[in-house]
């Protein structure tokens, strides 16, 4: 049984940077593909970048040059490393397979503001 557990998110000035991490158990990391969702106030749940078992990885025009994912398979956790973040990644940030899974751990909070 998977258990997604997100932490790392804060509240950030515009231009900063956070590193979110999503410790994983059950069979999370044997699935192909893994992911970073969000979902901002009154929108719908976004996948924003993917990185799939051997490591290639993917991401929305959005945080293109900005983001990057990435994985350690020993400790079983996924990152997102997030840097020159806006206003606009204001959002709660999910790990998840891609497609998503229905299960879905409670995310953890990016509040970029001055």
């Known amino acids: 049984q998977v258990r997604l557990v997100e932490s790392g998110g804060g509240l950030v000035q515009p231009g900063g940077s956070l590193r979110l991490s999503c410790r994983a158990s059950?069979?999370?990391?044997?699935?192909?593909?893994l992911g970073w969702y969000r979902q901002a106030p009154g929108k719908e749940r976004e996948l924003v970048a993917s990185?799939?078992?051997?490591?290639?990885?993917n991401y929305a025009d959005s945080v293109k040059g900005r983001f990057t994912i990435s994985k350690d398979n020993v400790k079983n956790t996924l990152y997102l490393e997030m840097n020159s973040l806006k206003p606009e990644d204001t959002a709660v940030y999910y790990c998840?397979?891609?497609?998503?899974?229905?299960?879905w751990g409670g995310g953890t909070l990016v509040t970029v503001s001055l």
């Open positions: 990185i799939t078992y051997v490591g290639r990885t």
């Open positions: 998840n397979t891609k497609p998503g899974m229905a299960y």
């Open positions: 059950g069979t999370f990391f044997s699935y192909n593909v």
